[in-house]
Structure formats: structure tokens, C-alpha cells
């Protein structure tokens, strides 16, 4: 009676409507759970949304972000330093740049003795070529016939028909037509005239400019005429046509700009002023080319020929270069030398600085390596736009200084040089 008691009793029901409550409150753990991983999701919906946005974006850009980034940064890199050739550098730029090495290219104009700086050369010697004129006017256009003309071919060509002419007149006196140039002639206006300078040699061995008939027609044509006086100064002639043939043009002279420093731990530290680089506007141009080219070349393999090739290009970027020579005793000597010139210039340089120029010694350039082939240049030794090399004594013959008691004292340079020597800043 007790069990069938039980099932009709509402108790069953009751426990049962007691369990279906715990039901719900065990769903909110449930729908909790996955709650704290709703964060984790967005993320993954980000990083998701970004790799998506980068596939976009794959297909259309030609090279990775970080080498265009690079590109872009070179590029602005030498826009800027373009702006900076052509104003130069602000006054704030100047006041936290550090001091030069030296302070330009200097030369020594052959006909004055002055010392001008390279961007005052040409001026400088055009002024002294024209005063040359109040001395030797024949002389004076024939440098500049041979200096400001740069084309060396054209100089030829028309130097040598200009001879012709002369010589013309020197064999055949007589005869007027050999005194008579027409200025409107083909030969003369293609080879002669063209050249700066030759007018005014023209004059100055005794030509004079006359309109004259043509003759069999009605019209006029200028001439230039020998003087009837200089028929007399056949020899002169000759003289002035030789000269014309053999001269050279007027080069000023690469001031070496000597210096003599205390020893210094600032040696290998060199600051170089613009005149060092043969840059001009349009190989500015050319060098952000290159170096825009420069980032993917870094991956690519390159052949023995294609880096030899490039080497060779970037010695052809320096006119210049700064050498500096450290002695036994610390004490260095700069100068300033062309970037093509022989190591041997370097070595005479060095010899004309020591008190005793017989002493025989070596140049080691960085690393230690010896620099025995002087005929080798600058350029090709890796020695541009700047190096600092030592200077070693001949170990033999210094023994032998030694051991006949007579050691060096003092600084192997000459007084005169330690006189003016200078601090490296």
C-alpha cells in the first residue's frame, strides 16, 4: 500500500518541479563559459580582418612594405641633399656641422702665383690671361685659344688649318689671295671661327677686318687683311704659327695645402668639404637612381664584371682626395692631392717634408697593407676621397743609424714645418 501510496502522492511531482529549477541556474555557467572567450574571438576576427586587408593589398604592391618604405625614405634622403648642393646648408645646418678637414680645393694660378679656390678658378685666370694682353698679345690669345675652348679635337683641327693659312702666306708673299680670309668661308666658319679666342689672335698678328667685292659680282664680303707691314715680318709669322701649334693650355696648379698636426687620436677622422666630389646636378640626378636601384640589388647576385664595374663608378665619383701620413712619432702631415694622380706623388710629397730626404721608408694604408706599386693611383688603391696611412722607416738602415750611434732626435720633419703646426680639432 506504501509504494502505490507513493506514486499517487504529489510528492513526485514536487521533486520534480525541485529539479527542473536547478536546470536554469546551471545554464548560466553554461552561457558564462564561453564569455571570456568572446575576447580571444574579436582578436582573432581582427588579426583575420588584417591578413584579409593584406591579401588585398599583396597583388598591387610590386616590392614588401619595409624595402618600399626604404625606397621612399633614400628618396627623400637625396632630395634633400640635392636642396642642400643647390642653397646650401641652413645656418643652423653650418652652426652643428662639424669643422671641415679643410677648407676647399685650392690652386695656384701659373701666371699670377695666387692661391684661389676651385669655384674662383676660371674667373681668375680669364682676368689674368686678359691683363696678359697689355704684355704679349699674341701670346695672351693664343692661351686662350688653347684653354677655354674645352674641346681638344676642335683646338686641333682649327689650329692646324689656322696654320695652313700662315703658311700660305710665308711661302707665297706675293701673292694677295693667300693675305685675303673671307670671314663667310665654309672652312673658316666650321674649324676657325668657332673657337674663342681666335679673332683677337687674328689681330693680334696683324690682321684687320675690310669689306670687300666679291669679285665677278656686285655684292660685298668681310675679309680679314694682312697689314702691308707685316710683309716685312715674314718671320714673325712663322714665330706666331709655331707657337699656335705647340702651346698648351694655361692649368693652374693643385695647391697641396700642407699641414703639420700634433699627434692625435682625431687622425682617421675626416670631414670633407663639396669641392672633394665631381657631382654636378645631373649626376646628383644619376646618384639617387642609383641609390633608389641600390635596395633591390642588395638581394640580387651580382657577376665579378657587374661589382668591378660599379667599383669603377664609384671611383670616378672624386676629383680629390685628402691623404694624411702618420710618423713613428705621432706627428701627421695632410695634403690634398687628385684622385687619379700616382702614389708616387704622394711619396715625393712625403720625401720634400723630412729633414733628411735620403732616409728611405715605406707607406702602409689601412690594415697595414704596403703600398710598393707608386705608379698604382689613388683611386685604384682605394685611397679616395680620404685615408690616413703610416709612415714606417726602413728597418735595415735604421739598424744601422743606430749601431753607429748617430739616432735621430727631434721629429724627422723639417723646422720650417714644425713651426706652423697645428692642433686636429
Given at each position: ?15 520534480c ?91 695656384i ?10 669655384d ?33 679635337e ?25 693675305r685675303?680670309i673671307?670671314l ?72 697641396r ?5 700634433k ?12 669641392d ?11 646618384e ?10 642588395a ?8 661589382r ?16 694624411r701620413?702618420?710618423?713613428p712619432?705621432?706627428?701627421i ?18 720625401r ?31 685611397l679616395v676621397?680620404?685615408a690616413?696611412?703610416t ?5 735595415a ?29
Amino acid at each position: 500500500t506504501r509504494f502505490a501510496g507513493q506514486e499517487d502522492s504529489p510528492s513526485p511531482p514536487e521533486l520534480c518541479c525541485s529539479v527542473l529549477p536547478r536546470v536554469p541556474k546551471e545554464k548560466p555557467k553554461t552561457e558564462a563559459t564561453p564569455k571570456p572567450r568572446q575576447a580571444p574571438t574579436d582578436e582573432a576576427q581582427m588579426a583575420a580582418a588584417a591578413a584579409l586587408a593584406r591579401m588585398e593589398l599583396k597583388p598591387k604592391a610590386k616590392l614588401p612594405s619595409s624595402q618600399e618604405a626604404i625606397k621612399n625614405q633614400v628618396r627623400k634622403e637625396l632630395m634633400a641633399e640635392a636642396a642642400a648642393s643647390e642653397k646650401g646648408l641652413s645656418e643652423e645646418e653650418k652652426e652643428g656641422a662639424a669643422a671641415p678637414s679643410v677648407s676647399g680645393v685650392y690652386f695656384i694660378c701659373p701666371l699670377t702665383g695666387a692661391v684661389v679656390k676651385k669655384d674662383k678658378k676660371e674667373k681668375h685666370l680669364r682676368e689674368a690671361i686678359q691683363s696678359y694682353f697689355s704684355v704679349d698679345p699674341v701670346a695672351a690669345s693664343i692661351m686662350e685659344i688653347h684653354t677655354f675652348n674645352k674641346d681638344r679635337e676642335k683646338v686641333r683641327v682649327g689650329v692646324e688649318t689656322m696654320a695652313k693659312y700662315l703658311d700660305n702666306i710665308y711661302l707665297h708673299p706675293e701673292e694677295e689671295k693667300y693675305r685675303r680670309i673671307k670671314l663667310q668661308n665654309k672652312v673658316f666658319q666650321e674649324r676657325i671661327s668657332c673657337l674663342e679666342g681666335i679673332h683677337r689672335f687674328f689681330q693680334a698678328i696683324g690682321f684687320e677686318t675690310k669689306t670687300l667685292p666679291v669679285p665677278g659680282q656686285e655684292t660685298t664680303e668681310e675679309y680679314y687683311v694682312l697689314k702691308e707691314e707685316m710683309l716685312t715680318k715674314l718671320e714673325d709669322l712663322k714665330d706666331y704659327k709655331e707657337q699656335l701649334l705647340s702651346s698648351e693650355p694655361v692649368r693652374a696648379q693643385l695647391d697641396r695645402q700642407l699641414c703639420v698636426f700634433k699627434p692625435s687620436p682625431e687622425a682617421a677622422r675626416f670631414e670633407l668639404p663639396n669641392d672633394f666630389y665631381n657631382l654636378t646636378a645631373e649626376e646628383i640626378k644619376r646618384e639617387q637612381r642609383l641609390r633608389t636601384e641600390a635596395v633591390e640589388k642588395a638581394s640580387m647576385l651580382r657577376t665579378r664584371a657587374m661589382r668591378e664595374k660599379e667599383e669603377q663608378r664609384e671611383m670616378r665619383k672624386y676629383n680629390y682626395t685628402l691623404m694624411r701620413v702618420r710618423f713613428p712619432d705621432g706627428y701627421i702631415l695632410q695634403g690634398t692631392f687628385y684622385a687619379r694622380e700616382s702614389v708616387s706623388a704622394l711619396y715625393n710629397f712625403v720625401r720634400e717634408a723630412l729633414r733628411d730626404d735620403w732616409l728611405p721608408f715605406e707607406l702602409l694604408g689601412p690594415g697595414g697593407l704596403k703600398l710598393t706599386d707608386e705608379n698604382l693611383a689613388f683611386n685604384e688603391c682605394g685611397l679616395v676621397p680620404s685615408a690616413l696611412l703610416t709612415l714606417a722607416w726602413d728597418a735595415a738602415v735604421m739598424a744601422d743609424i743606430q749601431a753607429s750611434g748617430e739616432e735621430q732626435s727631434g721629429s724627422p720633419l723639417k723646422p720650417e714645418l714644425l713651426s706652423r703646426v697645428q692642433t686636429l680639432s
